[in-house]
């Protein structure tokens, strides 16, 4: 079992955070897992990316061509990516600042709102963690409650007050099912 | 210990305070400065020495200066800033001192990018620097080893009073994986005999690597390269992958080896007997295993991310016929393990030639494709 | 001569110089500054704790004439090795001994981020205004109009650009506790030069940071004099462009009593 | 009266530069004309009586070749 | 013109301004500065640009930016000193500009000694500075090869945009040998079509040697590398001496192969049959020449002054049975005819073998002798 | 807003600057010193005979927005590269743009030696206190006690030594015809460094010698402040430490008037 | 009556620092809240009148993204 | 045909000039040469020596090991090398200042009073050409006019006016025969 995830948005969206996290988790469970971070061609003010890679055997390639699952925070990101994924993978678009349809038809895509619902939780920088709980929902290898424990384990001391908020947004991201493609 | 997940260059970082680093001397320079920014608190915390040096020549002679206490001192950089210490790598060479340097390749030459590559293959092991010398160079492939080869790199080091280079790419200094350190280990207590540290109660210590008369400096060179073939004789590791059966061998190191493995596995899924030889010591290289592998096997692939530079010292130690393949990514790019399964699939349907070399049929296909 | 009645030594050579006679040339006033170097050193007893670092030119071979522990570090760079081992054993006493050539030109970035890092070494810097050892090439230091195998017809300022006064640029340094320049022309201004090693050494050996002394010395052989001439030389065209003085004094520094 | 003083010249290390020659405020150093040392050089002596035992030709020589020597005054005896 | 008895720093130094050096930098390093002298003699006479730069690297990036506007311009230096411009070199062949550098190698590694060598092989062949890159590397082994090489240097090293480096050991440096030189030719009034000289009447051009994008970056790896490929086509160039009816063979360069000529003109004196293959490229390396001459003769013997450097590249061209035997003399040390004469005749006894590396049996030979 | 009835232009963007929107982070000065190299240049009608060099930093792309030919240096060899330049075009102008990290650590040796030579270059010398494009961290620059990612407990100069003042140190060297500091955080300091750089260019454009103007930058990313905050903090931390003012002004070029 | 002035942001080079918002003396600039350009930010603009064209904007600003324009003043008729 | 000569003493006494004048008449002659120096290890105030060797082929090694020709000019050059003259081949002594017989009997030796000559002529700086002159008559390969027409070609304007002692010198150089092994 191997799979290969790729985080992408802007810098400051949270994407290596997020990515973090995942292998954090995915590490506590017993997976082998490896983070790997990109910056772009772009230095400063550009875009992000981190893949992550779960898996139950020793890890090759910490980057992959083709990932099975995409975790598109903009735009650029879906344009950069879309192609790439796996048929039959996971697209989980931010449809709050992704103005586009997905063109695919042979990928499961799962439109979350996550700015919005993170300014309805009411801090901006939940849109992650939006992304993040739609994720687990739609991948089950890994639980919410995984997340929340790493997050008690990793989060600054001066951020643990925004754990709530992080519970929440991932709780409201994994109510974001399967559409069938 | 319990697994932690670590970043390449923390975890060498920490790894290196562990086994008893006592001085690091380096300058910032993309992918490795998470190294330098993690020891500047680490250092001082326990009571030992850090400073960032004016540039690389400033910290590679710092090096020097520290080695010549016998402390365990070490350097990092990246590849302009380790073209900049070639003079200084010499000297300590020449010195017959032991001293570690990581070098974190990025891609070149120039300023080129800061994406990982391997395109520094020959400058680290075939002497970047002037005159006969013969660092030791570890290329590991993951984090966990990266944490033991820094070790080793040390007791190596110290071993044959000679550099060890711990030479990775950038992504392996970006990454971040789950990996054990090691214990905390003790800083040493006594010096070997030749440390300069003050000719308290005894006759002076002299470092130096001049020998105006060349006798003298050839006896040095010979005393060097006799040094240097205990290590050929002891040192030479390297990991093997599928190879009992296999049919066709990839050769490849770091974290194109790594690649390699992923391609290997799905080959193999695939019902194709393809097997993986890593070198884990690139100096000395792995030679024999090499010939004794093209022995057994129909054809050979060389994985690298740079214009083939280690194809060459395969190719040197391959006497017999067997067919040699280069697939490599230069610039920062990292080979996918897609694009390694179809030159797996492109040497198993054969039609393989003994003649000419292998980059020049391969930087034909790029140039095709593109 | 006879032998004289009762009578003390008023000079022997230091016992920390080794018995080995220099290679340098006749006259050449490198030998001065290596024997006070010795004298101070005996007189503070620090034999057993100093680490040299010789440099590369004409002293290359300091490491054979002290009876200490020395090292050798490539051209330019010896500011940076004797950080490298002052840093591991703070409480040693490590000096550089370095020309011109190897100080003011390739080795300014050393010397200058050693300066202004307030390392705690001593340097002691040999003002030839040229590079001896390669055979009497121009320096950062070879005088307006003078005559080397690199400047044949005269350092042309227009074209190879003005004298670096190390002292009076490394002064603005904060972290240089001692700066001085003196010359080795006189029996007066040698024995300044002395003190001025001292006062060095004693900087270093009360953790007051960087200390350096420069002295203006001759090279008879490339300047094409007698020593006697050379040393006339010194005095009458190097003294007025590098005037002896204290360039830099810290206010801790300043209460030192040699 | 001045002080007697002598010097003895290392000839093992001396080069001739004429240092001491020049800088003797007694002029009391020459250079041996007929001898030189194993490097080929004629190495510094006193030729002269008349050394005060000063030092300076020590201070000024570049090769730490000379000692010097001074008589110790005679103590005056009390009374005297 | 006449021949004139010409030392060898001097020959180079005149000649290179006789085929339009414009601009000098260069910084004071036995046994090379005798070209820096003269030049600082010789170029402000005809009002050309000579700077005694503040160090070699400061002479490297001298030439860097000189080598941007178009102009024919060099630098000079040995061993310690080439080490410290591996940086500024990667940079110019990553920028893709044409400069010439002259290397007299001196004894090493570090400070070493100022005799001659060719210990620096490697280094200037296979890339001492980090990146994929291929200087041409020129070794003459006469002051008339000397002279006439620096002109090929600029020549081919503007015709491939490419770094070439004239090779040459510190003996070829000092000694004096009759030549003679080239008629004065006029300084070059057109400058290339790249050459930043201003943005006069036309859009702006740019040197540099940054590609962030990896893609971009490997893109110009492979447009370097394949103008190699077609200097690997064109220039390969060696001599050969009494090859016809060799029954062994000699691989030597430079003074080891003008000295290896001496001990084959012995040999053959006493009835040996053996001849001299004397590469005047080592970069590109004459590797289809030395396989077909290992395809006629019966044992090969490379003689270097160093420890066995390109006796790599001898093997790594020899796919056949060939035994290859190695005699070498690091450290500043030039081996005497005699010294070969009696490797030939050591050859010619036969009872060579094919296992293990010449550079091992050779050194085994060197220690029970001394 | 309404247009206007007949307007003037009282600014607009050089022509010099290329239409390429910049990678500098927002609020970065390193802008305004773009800015301002342009407009003089387009005043003074020397588009066509600049040849810039970039430094490696973050002004690594400087080259992308200035509409002449440029060259990229190595880290810290700029002056070298320009006065490569200069030499074979000395009727050129030739610049260089750099950092504090690339200028006064890495390169020290080579601007040294190009103000001691009195290359007739200009050079622009961006002090931000950190080095930016790596991350923040501590530069030669850094002021006592300020944290940085590799001075984490803020810079100890017992350990780091004390930030290099660079216009005061390179003032004493002879060969610099023309060095001052500016600021660039307020209209009227800004309006004073572009004159300032008019005047180097001048200095340049007359052979007078090497000229060089030190720019006070904010770094608000590496700063961790808003652009507004930057600005406040080099007004109150930076400048104290680094006085603005005229360090070196040769005689003959006191006598430019802008 | 001072003069009357306008600029214009040009939104491609804008980072929305705020620099000009921050120095403009007649507090006339603010950052568009409800725009943003191809970079994502909120570029730069009038948001009240009161512009005098005195360019102090224009001279901070990092991505030389402002133009400023201002009325010529009447020329007064002679005799008036 | 080729002959290689060795000439060495102090630096100072003229040795690498002599075989400068050598090469050049070699050249002007005709013949391939090479002229080759060396310093040995110590650097400054030690010893000189130069190799020169004329032949009339292409000539392969500059330096040799075994001379067929050694000009001595003092006794740490006969200490050297006098052990590595080929057997029936020439040592050329300045016996005004080697103090030690010559212990090879395979080889010619010719004793020269050189410096004591050179006194006489009255120019110390002679002695190098009163032992050229004793080469030349001893290995007649070159012509002392020969050598004489290179001074003037070669020696510095400054120096001219002493091409008179420099003929008495090499004249009564050649004046000294060799003597039987
Ligand atoms: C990297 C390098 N460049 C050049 C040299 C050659 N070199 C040796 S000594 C020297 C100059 C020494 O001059 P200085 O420092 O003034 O010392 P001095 O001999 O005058 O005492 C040079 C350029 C070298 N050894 N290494
Ligand atoms: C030889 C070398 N060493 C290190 C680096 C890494 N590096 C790139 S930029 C930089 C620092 C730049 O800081 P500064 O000059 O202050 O410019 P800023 O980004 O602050 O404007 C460093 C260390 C490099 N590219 N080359
Ligand atoms: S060359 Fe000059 S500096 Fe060197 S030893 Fe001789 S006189 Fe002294
Ligand atoms: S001690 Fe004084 S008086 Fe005596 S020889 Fe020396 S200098 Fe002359
Ligand atoms: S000063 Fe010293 S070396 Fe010189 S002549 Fe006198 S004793 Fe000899
Ligand atoms: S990192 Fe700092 S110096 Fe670099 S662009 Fe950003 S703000 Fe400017
Ligand atoms: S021109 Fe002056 S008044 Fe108008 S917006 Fe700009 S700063 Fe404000
Ligand atoms: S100063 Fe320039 S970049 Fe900043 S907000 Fe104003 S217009 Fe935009
Ligand atoms: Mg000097
Ligand atoms: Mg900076």
Redesign the interface.
Known sequence: MQVDIIIAGFGGQGVLFAGQLLAYAAMDNGYHVTWYPSYGPEMRGGTANCTVIIADEEIGAPVVGSPQVLLAMNRPSLDKYESSVKPDGFLIINSSIIDRPVVRKDVHVINVPANEIAEKIGDKRMTNMVMLGALLANLPLLSIETIVSELRAHLPERHQKLIPANIRALTEGARFQLEPV | MAKELLKGNVAIAEAAVRYGLEAYFGYPITPQTEMLEYLSKRMPELGRVFVQAESELGAVNMVYGAACTGARVMTSSSSPGISLMMEGLSYIAGTELPAVLVDVMRGGPGLGNIAPSQQDYNQITHGGGHGDYYPIVLAPASIQEAIDYIGLAFDLSEKYRSLAVLLIDGSLGQMMEPAELPEMQPVRAAYPHWAARGATGRGRIVHTSIYLNPIEQEKTNFRILSRWREVQANEVRFKEYYLDDAEYAIIAFGTAGRVALSAVRAARAAGIKVGLLRPITLAPFPGNAVRELAKRVQSLLVVEMNNGQMVDDVLANIHDQTPVEFYGRPGGNVPLADEILAEIERIVKGKLTLNGHPRDRWLDRMLTKS | ??????????????AT?T?L????????????A??LA?EVLDEMNF?????G??S?G?S??A?NY????????????AP??????????PD?IVFTYQGD?DLA??????I??AA????NITVIFINNAN?G???G??A?TTLPGQVT?????GRD?????????VS??LS????AAYVVRRSLH??KN??LAKKAIRAAFEVQARGLGFSMVELLSTC??NWGM???DA?HWLETKMLPYYPVGDYKVGPAVAEIKI | MPPKGRIEVNEKYCKACGLCVEECPQEVIGLAANRINAKGYHPAELINAGCTGCGICAIVCPEAAIAVYREIAKVKEPGA
């Open positions: 001569m006879d032998m004289l009645g009762e009578e003390t030594i008023v000079y022997e050579r230091p110089l018995d006679s220099s290679h340098y040339c006749p006259g050449c006033t490198h030998g001065i290596h024997r010795a034999r057993e704790r100093t680490i670092v010789a590369v004409c290359v071979f490491y002290f009876n200490f522990d020395f090292v050798q570090a490539p051209h330019g760079r940076a090795m004797a950080t490298g081992v002052k840093r591991v054993l040693r050539g030109s390739i080795g300014m970035g050393e200058v981020a202004a890092r307030g390392e590079y050892m390669t055979g090439q121009m950062p195998t690199s400047s044949p017809t300022i227009e074209v190879a650009g003005f004298p670096i006064r009076e640029m603005s340094l904060d972290g006189d029996p040698i024995r008879p052989t007698t020593p006697v040393i």
